[in-house]
């Protein structure tokens, strides 16, 4: 079975060679989120252009974190719209405060135990610094470093054509109207129809 780091370069490597044969959208760099690929926390990779057509909700987690209660939050977030296309993607990470278990198992058995979440979830991955996901390195170009994580729970939304259209910092629930308005308008712009869901 792969590991992590072989998952990641091979992330890498699906990414560089998407950029060398010149296959990339507009987009800063020419890049959207549908070039980049994760681990899935299960093994294998996690394409993001699976969810082409689709918002998605991109979060790093972490299993020990005093916003972990978020969990629930994400999970109600998914359950109200998941049937209209929206993706809520958990990105476990250890950069915050060292508050990630140790391994993908002991995170989806947190995950499922606890909090009963069915979303999506990567591998445990890095999103700061020069050691950052490719994903997370590109985000923080699109959107400039005031928009990057500074804690665990920090929010992406992606559209369903793959760019960046807003972030919301940890302490923005995940139920907030910032995030739903933000959530409604892109199911909408995806041709997903409006309202709330119920």
């Not at 296959?23 to 990779?45: K, R, V």
Request: glycine share 12%; aromatic share 10%; hydrophobic share 45%.
């Amino acid at each position: 079975m792969p590991t992590r780091r072989h998952l990641l370069a091979l992330s890498l490597a699906v990414t560089a060679a998407t950029a060398a044969v010149g296959i990339l959208p507009a987009g800063a760099g020419g890049f959207t989120a549908h070039d980049f690929a994760f681990a899935g926390i299960d093994g294998g990779l996690l394409p993001l252009k699976r969810f082409a057509g689709q918002p998605v909700l991109v979060v790093n987690t972490a299993s020990r974190c005093g916003f972990t209660y978020q969990y629930d939050g994400l999970q109600a977030l998914y359950d109200r719209y998941r049937d209209r296309g929206l993706v809520v993607l958990g990105v476990p990470s250890d950069d915050f405060g060292g508050q990630e278990l140790d391994t993908e198992a002991e995170v989806k058995e947190f995950c499922a135990v606890n909090f009963a979440i069915d979303f999506p979830m990567t591998g445990i991955t890095p999103v700061k610094g020069s050691g950052a996901h490719p994903f997370y390195s590109w985000a923080r170009r699109e959107l400039g470093p005031e928009q990057a994580p500074r804690w665990n729970f920090h929010k992406y939304l992606v559209g369903a054509d793959g760019r960046l259209l807003a972030a919301f910092p940890t302490a923005t629930e995940p139920t907030a109207a910032a995030v739903t308005e933000a959530v409604e308008t892109a199911l909408a712009g995806a041709g997903m129809g409006a309202g709330d869901g119920t």
